[in-house]
């Protein structure tokens, strides 16, 4: 268990549906991050939280957001969702926002799109 | 975008014999970080070099760069069929870029028994 906890961990719905996929970050840890693993596009960054705050955002779609909450964790809503958007969904956690930053994983959200 | 390309993509070895990937990366890093990832399963953090460092060991882990290559190896020696999994690198962009940890393909690493 590596401290990061990620709800669902499969989740199968339809086109144009919207999910949201939660994560608790190991204790301690002010940075969420949210990674989009896919066969053909590899783990792609998709957006960062500090502490409440936006960080850094990568390839993240206008369909889908995020937002950290006060008690840290954090969500990730994927909405009008797409075949190509089924994929591992993976949250992960570290203690600060810049420098050397060590990521904890969590196992993941394994979302279908049919 | 992918910062680090994995070299080879797939590598089976025996067990007992040493593996290595190799990583290339192509702007300034601050850091280059190597992950484990078994089968469908969350990645986990194997070693950190910074980009001062030439060199670094744990266990049977040992962890190159060049930067004047923009490149980084990890070697495993003697392999374990637990050692079976995908193997990443990932690189922390000096140039403040904000593409959080920007990881590679990966290698696909199998130890035959």
């Known amino acids: 268990d590596s401290g990061v906890t990620q709800t669902p961990k499969h989740l199968i719905t339809a086109t144009g549906q919207r999910v949201t996929l939660r994560c608790s970050p190991r204790s301690g840890d002010l940075s969420v991050y949210w990674y989009q693993q896919s066969l053909d596009q590899g783990l792609q960054f998709l957006i960062q939280?500090?502490?409440?705050?936006?960080?850094a955002k990568g390839n993240i779609l206008e369909r889908f957001s995020a937002q950290q909450f006060p008690d840290l964790h954090s969500e990730l809503n994927l909405s009008s969702l797409e075949l190509g958007d089924s994929a591992l969904y993976f949250c992960?956690?570290?203690?600060?926002?810049?420098?050397?930053?060590?990521?904890?994983f969590g196992a993941g959200s394994r979302l279908t799109v049919l | 975008s992918q910062q680090g390309e994995e070299d080879p993509q797939a590598l089976s070895i025996q067990e007992g014999e040493n593996a290595t990937m190799n990583c290339s990366y192509k702007?300034?890093?601050?850091?280059l970080q190597w992950y484990r990832q078994n089968s469908g399963r969350g990645l986990v953090h194997l070693i950190l070099i910074r980009s001062n460092e030439r060199e670094k060991h744990s266990g049977r882990l040992r962890v190159t760069l060049d930067t004047s290559k923009k490149s980084s190896s990890l070697l495993i020696t003697a392999s374990r069929a637990a050692d079976t999994a995908s193997y990443f690198c990932a690189t922390d962009d000096s140039g403040g870029g904000a593409d959080g940890l920007t990881f590679g393909k990966g290698t696909h690493l199998i130890i035959q028994p």
């Open positions: 702007t300034s890093i601050n850091n």
């Open positions: 939280y500090y502490n409440g705050e936006e960080r």
């Open positions: 992960a956690s570290s203690p600060g926002a810049l420098g050397a930053n060590v990521l904890t």
